[in-house]
């Protein structure tokens, strides 16, 4: 199976920067957060990472502006995995709540999605 597009749920911490590694390297990302404050915030922390790969030599202007045209943003976890290959979870460290992350996107993802 070839991934194309990634769902990243949670753009805290973690989640806003293993979208922003997946879309420079290619990939199609879904992040998604419950939370529209967060998601603002990881969009804009992204967008500051890229800017300073840039500025460091480490990727062209060109593909950062293809990487952050890649990124999509989502409030709803059924619409951010819909068409998902691959999903991964980055929600804060609390069992009741990546229990309720797995149960949720188990619903929604793909059979074949990972």
């Known amino acids: ?9 949670g753009a805290g911490d973690m989640g806003h920067g293993i979208a922003e590694l997946f879309a420079v390297n290619g990939f199609d990302v879904n992040l998604m957060d419950k939370f529209p404050d967060m998601l603002e915030k990881g969009k804009g922390r992204i967008a500051a990472s890229v800017a300073k790969l840039v500025e460091r030599g480490k990727i062209t202007q060109d593909v950062a502006k293809a990487a952050l045209s890649r990124l999509s943003y989502f ?11 691959m999903i991964v979870e980055a929600v804060p460290e609390s069992l009741k709540l ?6 949720e996107a188990g619903e929604h993802a793909s059979p074949e999605a990972i």
């Open 1 to 9: 199976m070839e991934i194309k597009r990634v769902a990243v749920i």
């Open 75 to 85: 409030g709803d976890m059924a619409k951010a995995i819909d068409g998902a290959d």
């Open 98 to 103: 990546k229990k309720s992350v797995f149960k």
